[in-house]
């Protein structure tokens, strides 16, 4: 008998960044034409540019707010920074994009400098229409704080990624 292990979980997103949610709206984050599984590596040079990213939900009269974090700045095996603030989005109606949200953080492309790093996507329902504010810094935000200030209670969906910085190409001697 199999038992399904939560990626989450796995990799400590669940514990260094979000607490123990149900999952309960979709949410699809691809780039060009790669869309996000929790655990897939991608390379720098392809998150380059935003993602475009597909939220569910059941009624267009819901908003949600769209966190992107890098909990492993500067390094995973010392991440004083953590979380690192990517990206942040509000005030996106359900079953539409994140393209119609408010950018509080317009997106950052990853640029990890030392080892692999986690890069998670993690969707709040809002209680009302503007009704999140801006954070103070990108650095050491902290997602579960952020959640409690803005009344937006546990998760309703996340995923991530994992990057590391890409070899830089030699130069032939001749």
């Not at 999140?132 to 969906?157: E, H, K």
Request: one cysteine or more; proline letters at 10%.
């Amino acid at each position: 008998m199999s038992r399904y292990r939560n990626p989450l979980v796995m990799e400590r997103v669940i514990g260094d960044v979000l607490d123990m949610f149900v999952p309960c709206v979709d949410l699809a984050v691809t780039y060009a034409s790669r869309q996000i599984n929790n655990g897939c590596e991608l390379k720098p040079s392809a998150v380059a540019l935003a993602p475009r990213v597909i939220i569910g939900g059941e009624d267009l009269r819901d908003f949600y707010t769209l966190v992107m974090t890098d909990p492993d700045a500067p390094n995973p095996s010392n991440p004083i920074q953590r979380e690192y603030l990517q990206w942040m989005v509000t005030d996106i109606p359900a079953l539409t994009t994140a393209s119609l949200g408010i950018e509080l953080a317009p997106y950052e492309s990853p640029r990890p400098p030392l080892g692999i790093h986690r890069y998670i996507f993690v969707l709040f329902k809002q209680i009302g229409r503007e009704t999140v504010f801006p954070p103070w810094s990108r650095i050491n935000f902290n997602t579960r704080d952020f959640a409690y200030t803005n009344g937006l209670g546990l998760p309703v969906a996340a995923v991530y990624f994992n990057a590391q910085r890409e070899p830089v190409g030699r130069r032939r001697r001749r």
